[in-house]
């Protein structure tokens, strides 16, 4: 079921943690809350749940105003941080407990538990309890118990923060292939882009907050709204040169370069300062745009090379490929940028 | 070997130091069986005189099978009810949104330190008030109310230990607040509330002050009362049967220390590994 938020708020004492938030979020859609640590993300999130009340604003489920509902009668499935996985119960019993509260008769709990449990491959667990089980072998666990009542919405708060990074990788393709197949709306939790550009259909990142952009992984990674989103997506990240706007194209500061406009960006003001955002991508032996500089970090990905250069003017690029060769720390390059993939930020950080 | 060898010197000074505590337990369970003549301090005959009290009562005194009954009544009840009492309040005070929350906790801090004894004037005025003087049930409640202040202490210190995630994902698994304490919650502080019930247990079969001044009749005294009794008895003094009586009173807390040891630690621990 579709998910609405209209003029959330949020207070906590007298703090603001959330000022006036709308979202919307399709049927069966997975959507990241995306955003640095304090930005409202899991506030967000349990005021979803229910486990925090609104202080503003409607939050519906589907056609179901679910403002003043408690946690309880909201049908929302929750996999917390920490899996909350009830240590004296067996994995069993801790899948079947939603179904148990409701008085749904025995045999028809242990059928929806296999049931549930073969599609998280998790049926040689059920009797294990919590205590003897790895971190993943929980969290599909917690999963599952939060799968099992059929929720109109699932809610993942940081599902993969307490993983190794290996299992991170598996989990990660592993809840969005559950979340597709149960073909339920879902909102992840995270302040790891990755994260939430692999597993999401679409992302809302969030700032003190505010949403400041919805969009998809490709569409906000190519046409960030400001240089904030720019800044959070994308590893390693993007660099900034400061320049001038001429009427020919941009003057850069550090190398009294004329760069011309991109493709569709508006008309600046002659003289305005603005800044040139500089993804590792865009930057590297083969680009028109020549700026000298010196080698000023290497380091090796195993199959591509990530160099950071010093240019003359002060600024530090980032260029990463397979194709720019062995270098080492303090040798001088030559490098040039490419004009057609540059973001150019106005004085206020917004994209142009 | 310098360490066996300070192993062994720790030995042998624990040993010297427990000696005389070892000499006086058997003088007492030899005492309790046998007479020794005066001035002499080699035991001569074997006699069980001295446990003639547990199937005969003395003249004017109550059966010690009812003396018993009545401490395992107290003993039990007060546990009981401080369990009862502490489990929710100690809850209640960790996690629920309670109005004067701070002056609670506040409140019980200070009683927990307060000298319980200056209050047992008012406690007899008001037990009598209420006809609850010298009868068990009197007792009972004012042996809860003046331990509550550490259970609830404790209880909240267990209660602190147990994740707020797994409430919440009670909440949102549809259970009721009540659900979420009885059976999420309270299996995770089992280990406290065993400390604590066996804490209760002993201090409540040793409990001698409230039971003398509250509750001395005869049909309703408990073992210490017994006891105390026998040796404030200046006409019919027997230091044999006050041994013998003594033992058979010290008996079930022994076993119980035994037993639970382990458990009690916990308490003092505070943490939830049992």
């Known amino acids: ?352 | 070997m310098q360490s066996k060898l300070r192993n062994l010197v720790i030995a042998v000074l624990l040993g010297l130091t427990s000696l005389p505590l070892v000499v006086m337990l058997i003088s007492l369970l030899l005492d309790t069986v046998t007479t020794t003549r005066p001035g002499s301090l080699v035991p001569d005959r074997f006699t069980l005189d001295a446990w003639q009290f547990l199937w005969s009562a003395p003249p004017g005194r109550p059966s010690i099978w009812i003396t018993t009954f009545n401490t395992i009544v107290f003993a039990g009840c007060s546990t009981l009810l401080l369990l009862a009492v502490s489990s929710t309040a100690g809850y209640a005070l960790a996690r629920l949104n309670v109005p004067f929350r701070k002056f609670f906790l506040a409140g019980v801090l200070v009683m927990h330190a307060f000298p319980t004894v200056t209050l047992i004037i008012a406690i007899f005025l008001i037990l009598q008030m209420i006809g609850l003087y010298n009868h068990i049930g009197g007792v009972i409640l004012a042996k809860t109310a003046l331990d509550l202040p550490l259970g609830i202490w404790i209880m909240k210190g267990f209660y602190d230990t147990v994740p707020w995630e797994i409430e919440m994902a009670g909440v949102q698994d549809g259970a009721s607040r009540f659900t979420v304490w009885r059976k999420l919650v309270l299996p995770q502080i089992k280990p406290g509330l065993m400390a604590l019930g066996i804490f209760s247990v002993i201090s409540g079969w040793s409990e001698y002050i409230l039971p003398q001044v509250l509750a001395p009749r005869n049909d309703v005294q408990v073992l210490s009362v017994y006891l105390a009794a026998l040796i404030n008895n200046d006409t019919h003094f027997d230091f044999h049967v006050f041994k013998a009586v003594g033992l058979f009173y010290a008996l079930p807390i022994f076993v119980i220390y035994l037993f639970f040891q382990n458990k009690l630690m916990t308490i003092y621990g505070g943490g939830t590994k049992g």
């Open chain 1, 1 to 352: 079921m579709s998910i609405r938020l209209e003029h959330f708020t949020k207070r906590f004492g007298g703090f603001v943690a959330v000022p006036d938030m709308n979202l919307a979020v399709e049927e069966g859609e997975m959507l990241a809350l995306l955003g640095p640590s304090g930005c409202g993300k899991t506030t967000t999130l349990f005021a979803i749940s229910g486990i925090l009340k609104a202080d503003g604003g409607r939050i519906w489920i589907g056609e179901r105003d679910v403002t003043d509902l408690p946690a309880q009668k909201r049908n929302v499935g929750v996999v917390f941080q920490s899996y909350a996985l009830y240590p004296h119960m067996t994995a069993h019993e801790n899948i079947a407990f939603p179904l148990k509260l409701r008085g749904i008769d025995k045999a028809a709990i242990d059928k929806s538990v296999r049931e549930l449990a073969r599609l998280l491959e998790i049926e040689t667990l059920l009797e294990r309890r919590p205590a003897n089980m790895s971190g993943g072998q929980q969290q599909r666990v917690a999963l599952a118990r939060a799968l099992i009542r059929r929720p109109d919405v699932l809610l993942l708060d940081e599902p993969l923060a307490n993983l190794d990074a290996r299992l991170r990788l598996e989990m990660r393709s592993e809840i969005r292939r559950i979340q597709r197949e149960t073909h339920t709306t879902s909102i992840l939790v995270t302040h790891d882009q990755v994260e939430a550009m692999s597993m999401c259909d679409r992302i809302a990142i969030l700032d003190k907050g505010e949403v400041i952009q919805v969009a998809t992984p490709s569409q906000m990674y190519a046409q960030p709204a400001n240089r904030f989103v720019a800044s959070f997506l994308g590893s390693p990240p993007i660099a900034y040169l400061d320049a001038k706007a001429d009427t020919q194209g941009m003057r850069l500061t550090c190398a009294d370069v004329l760069v011309p406009w991109p493709v569709g960006v508006g008309a600046v003001e002659p003289g305005s300062p603005i800044s040139v955002g500089v993804r590792p991508e865009a930057f590297g032996p083969a680009f028109p745009v020549r700026l000298p500089g010196r080698i000023a970090a290497v380091e090796s990905h195993g199959r591509e090379m990530l160099y950071a250069v010093d240019l003359a003017g002060g600024s530090r690029l980032r260029a990463i490929g397979s194709g720019l060769g062995q270098l080492d720390q303090g040798e001088p390059v030559e490098w040039g940028i490419d004009p057609m993939k540059l973001l150019i930020f106005d004085r206020d950080e917004v994209r142009l």
